[in-house]
């Protein structure tokens, strides 16, 4: 068993390197070859980031997943654009990569 200390030096080790951006929501979509785009650049995702964009769009996460790849950007983009229209989704998501440059999830004000 760590201590707390231990703890919080293996949680800095591991999220050191972590960056973030701030988007504004209308800009983000999910393209054709299965990534993020965030209007200037595009980013694939790691299978919790796809769960959990998946989560904020209304979208079951295990049907998102097992959907065939050429039918999630129509499914995506419409649910998540329809949600951000309806506000609820906040203007600004900040995304986190990873040190691959993968998405990794973004930051949920609801449990922040």
Partial sequence: MQNLAQTTQQIKDEYTHLHSYVIPTEKI????????STGRNEFPLTLDAIGQFAGVAEIPKQFFRELEPDLRPVIFNRRFQARATARGIGRDIRINLNQGKQIIGFDDKEYT
């Fill in 29 to 36: 979509s999910l393209t054709d070859d299965g990534l993020l």
